[in-house]
């Protein structure tokens, strides 16, 4: 028996030994694994002999890394629903302890780390929303659910509800690495669950600037037929954070044609939602929600934002669950357009614009007339009313989005 233990023994210090010199993509052992429990113990004695927070906190992200890993070979395996579960709660205890070591800490690699998480991993559980196998299940699908919704923790607890420009940069640099031509669609889609679980005006209108830029880029992508609308639409994610991106996307159009457009694939989006069960009251009431709680933040309110959320809950009483979310994320992008027109403050269009001009500089073709019309805008900040600034700089990004990088 002693022998046994030995053999199996060394056997497991062989896996491991090979997990170690291997890939980063191959290094992990799933749960199912009879080396499993192996692999989690070097997991914990790592983090024991990590003592630096900085260092802690780095190794954190890898190991979160590691646990995504997990999941997908679990699920690639169609393994039973108690594997999953224990692949996604070790993930879940993985992402709280990374937001321990995470919360307070200024290093940027660390930051950084914490964003890529973000965008990329919310991705990843949008994307299996989007597997039949997954959709089909409630328990699963409400796990990964869960535990997509557990990053967006991880983000407030990093950043703080008014980490401003901290994440927003970071996240930005991620993007700018990624050659994907749909990136931009991905990280509205993660951008919309963590807008709503933000509480202060400061973030809120940092996300919202973020989730503009991104709305914006995607804009010029389908008018120059780099994307098509079809895609946004068809693209596996999450069906009711999709039908926000679009509705951002339909904000910054400009144009009729690519408005229709993008109400089409809205439209698409929705009637999947439906099919799917992910379109109930409960997303109906957030919507609502979400948008009375922006409503709330403002110095002076929005009309326009009142009346949908006032036909959004008379949809609700109807039992039309689908109108009335359809109002609520009309009534939250009213609401938020009116939060950064009355409250936006004179610093943040000046950063607005120098992000506009490091844009501008990183074109190929620059136009002289879009440089001059930023000294102009710049010149202007703070003599004109807010609402015609940020509409200036908003027709700047538009074209620059034309122009592409």
Do not use: C, W
């Amino acid at each position: 028996m002693k022998k046994q233990i030995i053999s199996g023994f060394f056997i497991a210090q062989g896996v491991l030994f090979g997990l170690s010199v291997g890939s980063a993509s191959a290094a992990t052992l799933p749960p199912g694994n009879p080396f499993y429990f192996v692999q989690d113990g070097m997991r914990s004695l790592r983090r024991a002999l990590t003592f630096n927070p900085v260092s802690r906190a780095v190794l954190e992200l890898r190991l979160v890394s590691e646990r995504r890993a997990d999941i997908k070979e679990v699920l690639t395996a169609k393994k039973d629903e108690e594997t999953i579960f224990t692949a996604l709660t070790a993930y879940d205890d993985e992402v709280d302890s990374l937001a321990g070591y995470a919360k307070g800490i200024g290093d940027d690699q660390v930051l950084r780390g914490v964003a890529e998480v973000f965008i990329a991993h919310t991705q990843f559980f949008n994307t299996l929303l989007g597997d039949e196998s997954v959709a089909s299940s409630v328990g699963t699908r409400a796990g990964v659910i869960a535990s997509r919704d557990n990053l967006i923790r991880l983000v407030l607890e990093t950043f703080g509800q008014n980490g401003h420009g901290a994440f927003r940069s970071r996240a930005q640099a991620y993007l700018a690495a990624d050659t994907g031509a749909y990136r931009e669609l991905y990280a509205l889609d993660a951008l919309t669950g963590l807008s709503r679980a933000v509480a202060s005006p400061n973030m809120t209108r940092e996300i919202a600037l973020f989730k503009e830029d991104m709305a914006t880029t995607l804009v010029g992508k389908l008018k120059k037929g780099s994307i098509t609308a079809d895609k946004l639409a068809s693209l596996p994610g999450d069906p009711v954070m999709r039908f926000y991106s679009i509705a951002a996307m339909r904000d910054r159009a400009g144009d009729i044609e690519t408005k229709n457009t993008l109400t089409l694939a809205s439209q698409s989006v929705q009637s999947f939602a439906a099919q799917s069960r992910f379109m109930t009251a409960h997303e109906a009431r957030a919507a609502i929600a979400y948008a009375s709680a922006v409503t709330a933040m403002q110095a002076t309110k929005s009309d326009q934002a009142d009346y949908f959320i006032q036909q959004a809950n008379r949809f609700m009483e109807d039992g039309a669950y689908d109108l009335a979310f359809q109002h609520g994320v009309l009534a939250a992008g009213a609401a938020t357009d009116a939060l950064l027109t009355n409250t936006l403050p004179a610093e943040d269009l000046r950063d607005e614009l120098a992000l506009v001009k490091r844009q501008y500089d990183a074109v190929r073709v620059k136009p002289a007339f879009i440089d001059k019309r930023i000294a102009a805008v710049a010149d202007a900040v703070g003599k004109v009313p807010t609402q015609a600034t940020l509409a200036a700089i908003r027709e700047i990004k538009l074209v620059l989005a034309l122009l592409g990088n």
